[in-house]
């Protein structure tokens, strides 16, 4: 495991000078997190925000996670009492707690209103938007991993519904963007979504160029006028980047820890060969599973015609 440190390290960190605190109320930003303990690389995102004189808040069922002091916990059971956290159960998402978050999202806005940013958003650019409003287009939809709302607004009571509806059989996306997508356009918002260019420059396929030493330049340039950076952490988790090994030298990732106040200690560095590698293996095992439930899918329909005495082909 990455361990904290002190003083020059492999990673070239450096101490800056606390955030300020600002005189007025600071812009709070919540999210949810379940399982293991936030990574380095997530804490490198949520970091941004407390650099930016936000205030981050995580929320969680219990207390047996432990955050660093400058993260707010929260109960989660607060805002959506749960016998259980949903998780996908099947698909290329398998395992993956996002499920629950996409619930968690709707109706903790719905209640508090203000800013949701999911734990793998960094904040490339200060400050935050002031306008009531922000979400963003992302490849063809309205992406959900950043969103500012009123508190009570009617889409959010719709989408938690939906997304209760959905369950726990909900194939990946569903309750997510393709949902989000559906609602903006249902309540007539889509003139309000901000450019991807503006809002979030990086999509799942860049996850490779984020750890690529000789894009490191060109992707600090892609970034330069976005406000937020969206890392795409479902992609590193389902080809299964070690979280506890620091990015290559000289890319993306390896300087915007440079830049951060986070010191940090990786026992050794990722080699780049290897991520695509993975990056690779994991795109083709996503293929495998998207076409075998598109069978079974198939094979479904043929029985129900069958069974209603219609032709099966």
């Known amino acids: 495991m990455f361990q904290p440190t002190h003083?020059?390290?492999?990673?070239?960190?450096?101490?800056?000078?606390p955030p300020p605190e600002a005189d007025a109320v600071r812009t709070v930003v919540r999210s949810f997190w379940h399982g293991a303990p936030l990574n380095a690389y997530l804490l490198l995102c949520l970091r941004s925000f407390v650099r930016a004189a936000c205030t981050v808040e995580i929320f969680t069922y219990g207390r047996a996670l432990r955050?660093?002091?400058?993260?707010?916990?929260?109960?989660?059971?607060?805002?959506?009492?749960?016998?259980?956290?949903?998780?996908?159960?099947?698909?290329?998402?398998?395992?993956?707690?996002?499920?629950?978050?996409?619930?968690?999202?709707?109706?903790?806005?719905?209640?508090?209103g203000g800013w949701w940013i999911d734990t793998d958003v960094a904040l490339a650019r200060g400050p935050l938007p002031t306008t009531p409003y922000f979400f963003a287009h992302e490849e063809g939809h309205f992406g959900n991993s950043v969103l500012k709302f009123p508190r009570g607004h009617k889409l959010l009571a719709e989408g938690a519904q939906k997304c209760r509806q959905l369950g726990a059989n909900a194939r990946w996306g569903a309750a997510g963007p393709m949902l989000f997508t559906a609602l903006v356009r249902r309540h007539g918002l889509t003139g309000l979504a901000q450019p991807a260019v503006n809002a979030s420059p990086f999509v799942w396929s860049d996850v490779d160029a984020l750890f690529d030493p000789r894009r490191g330049a060109e992707m600090m340039q892609r970034s330069s006028t976005a406000i937020f950076m969206h890392l795409c952490w479902e992609t590193w988790r389902r080809a299964g980047v070690p979280d506890d090994l620091g990015p290559p030298e000289g890319s993306f990732l390896d300087l915007q820890f440079r830049a951060s106040d986070l010191d940090i200690r990786f026992p050794a560095r990722i080699k780049h060969e290897h991520l695509v590698v993975w990056l690779a293996n994991s795109r083709g095992n996503d293929m495998i599973r998207h076409h075998q439930l598109h069978w079974w899918w198939r094979l479904g329909g043929r029985l129900r015609r069958a069974l209603r005495g219609a032709p099966a082909s």
């Open 67 to 112: 955050f660093p002091d400058w993260i707010v916990q929260r109960e989660a059971a607060d805002i959506l009492p749960a016998k259980e956290v949903l998780i996908y159960r099947n698909g290329p998402g398998h395992g993956s707690p996002a499920l629950h978050s996409n619930l968690f999202r709707f109706t903790m806005l719905d209640q508090l």
């Open 7 to 17: 003083g020059n390290d492999t990673m070239a960190s450096r101490k800056t000078e």
